[in-house]
């Protein structure tokens, strides 16, 4: 099994704390930021008795205040994969746009990262989706003029991160997977081990164990790329990761990659 280095920004998360666990039992190393010391012991404790090993950085994502801050801690830490698993709602657009803009250009100008992972959700995107129903077309509407700040944080981070993928395969030549994981409304409790992955409908729920178990997923593969839409469902995480990859799912289907 390869042993990938991976660098979280918001480890703190729900669905970080998850990836986690999850990174460390296949023998992954794990360097998590967050922003407050007192959590730092618990999150150790993720990795106690896991064959993989935790670090720990202090950082507030609102002190990144340029690309090059960014890269200063990639270049430290030297991962492969970088994922970008916070969020805040009262600092959409500093956290969910330009903290994850900043990661983002950092990424994909560092050679040695290969992956980008970032949790978005299904309704970040300026065109309904192809796969869509008219009440999909609805819902999407009514989410995102619910929560106009997220979806426009949340779109303007997408976007760039597919932006910058192709920018970096021209610039330096160099495969990069960009993976933009969109689960739908989070639930706590078990896993289900089951989950409906790429073309989802707008609204749906998912469990945070599930979410991270299809994170894991998409990243210990090397042929897994694009916007991945995840609602709960009936097929088995391996499985429905497998058939994206098969069948070249790329929910970024219907959006305008010239315009972007
Ligand atoms: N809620 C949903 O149903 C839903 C659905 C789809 C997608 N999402 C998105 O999925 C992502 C992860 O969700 P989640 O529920 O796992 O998130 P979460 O538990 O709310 O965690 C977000 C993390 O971001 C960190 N953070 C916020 N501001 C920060 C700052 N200034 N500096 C450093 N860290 C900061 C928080 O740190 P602290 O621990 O210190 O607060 C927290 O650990 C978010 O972007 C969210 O918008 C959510």
Redesign the pocket.
Known sequence: MKQEHVLI????????RSMTALMLARSWKVTS????IH?KDNLIQIGKSQPGSINVLN????NLETSDDAKKIIETVKPTIVVF????FP?TY???RN?AQRIIKASTETPHVKKFLM???PSSRRNAAPWWGKQDVQNWQKEISSYPD?ADA?IQADEYLVAMAEARELRLGLPFQAISL?????LTGPSTGRVKLGRTPTLGQVK?LDVAAVATSLLARDDTNGWYDLVQGDDCIEHAVEMCVKEGIDCFEGEDLQRI
């Open positions: 920004f918001g480890g703190n998360g729900r669905i970080a930021t967050i922003r407050n959590q950082l507030d994502l609102r698993a916070a969020g805040s600092n500093t956290i969910d903290a949790i978005s959700f997220i949340k969109r689960p739908s409304w989070l945070i």
